[in-house]
């Protein structure tokens, strides 16, 4: 028997796992860190109070964070599911939607989504009290948004 050809990888255990959890951190950082944001500049505009402000290195982090979920988020936009044979039965509609991809990945993309939105009413609404990365990520989030409204318009053909 000849042993089988080296692929030059080295096989850790558990290696998907400390994905999933290191992915499901970031989504729960990143929604604590601009929830808390985004809470401070609505009690800042009930209290007529100053703009909140922030570190410079909370600032990097956040926009860190926003950056990795937001290519994920635009990414996830952009592809088409493959048609695939569906199993039936209640366990199968269950997981379903998450065929193919990882229940983290999907927390974070559907937690950017809601974040964003938070983001962009945030900085709409409260203009003034609304700190730069508050309105960065609602400006790159609304951006996604033209971009995939677009999509469906070039879709439109005259009859």
Do not use: C, H
């Amino acid at each position: 028997m000849q042993p089988e050809p080296s692929t030059g990888e080295t096989i850790v255990g558990g290696m998907r796992t400390l994905r999933e959890l290191l992915v499901l951190g970031l989504v729960v950082a990143f929604v604590v860190v601009y929830g808390t944001f985004i809470w401070e500049i609505w009690e800042a505009r009930a209290d007529n109070a100053a703009a909140p402000r922030y570190s410079d290195g909370l600032v990097a982090f956040a926009g860190s964070l926003a950056g990795v979920l937001g290519s994920a988020f635009a990414i996830a936009l952009g592809i088409a599911k493959p048609a695939v044979d569906q199993p039936t039965g209640r366990l199968a509609r269950i997981k379903r939607p998450f065929a193919g991809i990882s229940l983290s990945i999907t927390l974070g993309i559907w937690a950017y989504a809601l974040v964003g939105g938070a983001a962009a009413a945030t900085a709409l609404v409260n203009l003034e009290e609304t700190p730069d990365p508050i309105k960065a990520l609602s400006s790159v989030f609304l951006g996604y948004l033209l971009a995939v409204a677009s999509t469906a318009f070039r879709a439109a053909r005259p009859a």
